[in-house]
């Protein structure tokens, strides 16, 4: 299993950027996939998840309007588009999956899943 993140960077506030998990080794329909975010001497706080269906995603509420999760089925990839970056977005964001059984995935606790990228760092600053 595989879980490889991209797409990081140093930005500026208020501009946008999409991140990207490459998935392999399991079966993507089957799985949540979720985004998490974590800073220095913070726990790891849930951002995003997305479930098998298109209409089952939990966001972060100071993220809604800002960051979209989505899912490409062919390509066995989650994006996280996000937009108005704030000084507030900085961290290291991490993908992450795990075999769901429900409609809805969570992100109120990492403990669900099972499978983790290796973390991109995003950093907006000016």
């Known amino acids: 299993v595989q879980l490889q993140a991209s797409g990081g960077g140093l930005v500026q506030p208020g501009s946008s950027l999409r991140l990207s998990c490459a998935t392999s080794?399991?079966?993507?329909?089957?799985?949540?996939l979720g985004w998490f975010r974590q800073v220095p001497g913070k726990e790891r706080e849930g951002v995003s998840c997305?479930?098998?269906?298109?209409?089952?995603?939990r966001t972060l509420d100071s993220v809604k309007g800002r960051f979209t999760i989505s899912r490409d089925i062919a390509k066995n990839t989650v994006y996280l588009q996000m937009s108005s970056l704030q000084p507030e977005d900085t961290a290291v964001y991490y993908c992450?999956?795990?075999?769901?059984?429900?409609?809805?995935?969570?992100?109120?606790?990492?403990?669900?899943?099972?499978?983790w990228g290796q973390g991109t760092q995003v950093t907006v600053s000016s």
């Open positions: 080794g399991f079966a993507f329909n089957d799985y949540a």
């Open positions: 992450a999956a795990y075999r769901i059984f429900l409609p809805f995935c969570g992100i109120s606790s990492v403990n669900p899943y099972k499978y």
């Open positions: 997305a479930g098998p269906l298109d209409s089952s995603t």
